[in-house]
């Protein structure tokens, strides 16, 4: 049995991620900005026998990561899942910037999953091999072949950069980091007709992370298991 801390918890690929690690037998944190309002989240932690607890984070502020990490408080986490994501707004082509929703994309996709990651080193730390995946995005890749979406890519672009450099300074820690492009997923982000569904992107999600090591820290792969041209 792992124990599993996922953020972005209460809806699309998230959730997805906490049904199929519970079913698997495993202990889920799960992580959301709104516990109050994550109907569908409480009532799978309800029915889990303990399996799934729900947990109060917004990744866009710093205050609520520490305290989420203060009430999880000193328990050994195999697996962080920095899930959590915003598109950024419907404006941000050239001519369209809104700044602000920019900057909340940064606080969001690029400075929050640092802050969980620091957040909740000591916990990975406790574990024998803790390993902390971030879900980014194939537009953060510099090889994304469209312009527009400067918000959205620009974030992921950045946070992919962040998390090589986190597995760098925890290669001694025995934690490895990854980044995974999840699929265009049929969820709210990705809508109707997205190519695969949650279920199989969090399925392969949950592959790729068995797959990480130490060995392999610092690694970007696409949801299938595929290394993912940075
Ligand atoms: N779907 C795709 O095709 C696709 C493609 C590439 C990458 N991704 C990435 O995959 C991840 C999951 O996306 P999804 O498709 O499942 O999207 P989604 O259905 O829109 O869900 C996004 C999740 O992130 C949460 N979230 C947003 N801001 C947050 C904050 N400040 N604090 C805590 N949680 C926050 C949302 O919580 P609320 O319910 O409270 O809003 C929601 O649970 C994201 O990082 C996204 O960028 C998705």
């Given amino acids: 049995m792992a124990n599993v801390l996922i953020t972005g918890a209460a809806r699309g690929i998230g959730q997805e991620l906490v049904r199929q690690y519970a079913a698997n037998g495993d202990r889920v944190y799960a992580c959301c900005r ?41 328990v050994a986490l195999d697996i ?24 909340d994309a940064f606080r969001v996709n690029t400075i929050g999953p640092f802050l969980v990651a620091q957040a909740f080193h000591s916990n990975l730390k406790a574990a024998d091999n803790g390993k902390i995946m ?35 300074d925890w290669a001694d820690d025995g934690i490895s980091v990854a980044l995974v492009h999840p699929g265009y997923v049929q969820t709210d982000m990705g809508g109707p007709a997205a190519e695969i569904t949650p279920e199989e992107s969090a399925s392969g999600i949950r592959s790729v992370i068995d797959g990480m090591s130490m060995d392999n820290s610092g690694s970007f792969y696409k949801w299938n298991g595929e290394i993912h041209a940075w």
């Fill in 34 to 74: 709104n516990p109050g309002g994550a109907d569908v989240l409480n009532g799978m932690a309800a029915e889990s026998g303990g399996l799934i607890s729900v947990h109060d984070m917004d990744v866009g502020s710093e205050d609520s990561i520490n305290a989420c990490a203060s009430e999880i408080g000193g």
């Fill in 80 to 103: 962080v899942i920095n899930n959590a994501g915003v598109v950024g707004g419907m404006h941000q082509a050239m001519g369209d910037m809104i700044v602000d929703d920019w900057i």
């Fill in 134 to 168: 971030t879900v980014t995005s194939q537009l953060g890749a510099t090889t994304w072949p469209m312009g527009g979406m400067h918000s959205y890519s620009s974030s992921k672009g950045a946070v992919n950069r962040v998390m090589i450099g986190v597995a760098m």
